[in-house]
């Protein structure tokens, strides 16, 4: 007597328990992968966020290239010593 009483019920669940863990599984692999994708986007350099600044008119000419000096690592030779 298949699909009657506990076997009927327990091949039901058996059944819907893997569908649950596949579905789980598909899941989980798209999110890691748009959450890499995401990161990757996000992360920008130093040196990008201060030319941004300087786009939007957040700081002068002058103020850019001192900072971008600063980043690079050289000296600001601009400025006089006091």
Known sequence: MP??????????????????IIVALIWIVVRS???????????RTPE??????FARGEIDTEEFQRRLEVLRGRKCMSRSAD
Do not use: C, D, K, P
């Open 3 to 20: 699909w009657y009483g506990w076997h009927g019920w327990w091949m039901g669940s058996m059944w819907l328990f893997w569908v649950v």
């Open 33 to 43: 992968a748009s959450s890499a994708r995401n990161l990757r986007e996000t992360q």
């Open 48 to 53: 990008e966020i201060l030319r941004e600044r």
